[in-house]
Nanobody, 115 residues
Framework: QVQLVESGGGLVQAGGSLRLSCAASGSIFSIAAVGWYRQGPGKQREEVARIFGGGDTNYADSVKGRFTISRDNVKKMAYLEMNSLKPEDTAVYYC?????????WGQGTQVTVSS
């Protein structure tokens, strides 16, 4: 089983940066695919970025070149570095880990980007 706790959200002006962190528990974290998702006001939850156990990454087109996902399997941490933030990036951001066909979710952290 994997438990996830996000942190690092907050209020930032457009053009600014934030770094989200996801702290994981559980011995299987290192083989899990870890994703960052977001759900904006009145929108469906969408995948923002994903990193696999071997380090390969995928990004949504809307964040390519601005966001960077990374992980530290020793510390059982995942990160989302967000640069050049836009008001449309405002959302609750969730960390999720998928292993053995099961997905575990964190509680989310709010990111608000003011114009």
């Amino acid at each position: 089983q994997v438990q996830l706790v996000e942190s690092g959200g907050g209020l930032v002006q457009a053009g600014g940066s934030l770094r989200l962190s996801c702290a994981a528990s559980g011995s299987i974290f290192s083989i899990a695919a870890v994703g960052w998702y977001r759900q904006g006001p009145g929108k469906q939850r969408e995948e923002v970025a994903r990193i696999f156990g071997g380090g390969d990454t995928n990004y949504a087109d809307s964040v390519k070149g601005r966001f960077t996902i990374s992980r530290d399997n020793v510390k059982k941490m995942a990160y989302l570095e967000m640069n050049s933030l836009k008001p449309e990036d405002t959302a609750v951001y969730y960390c999720a880990a998928t292993v053995f066909a099961r997905t575990y979710w964190g509680q989310g952290t709010q990111v608000t980007v003011s114009s």
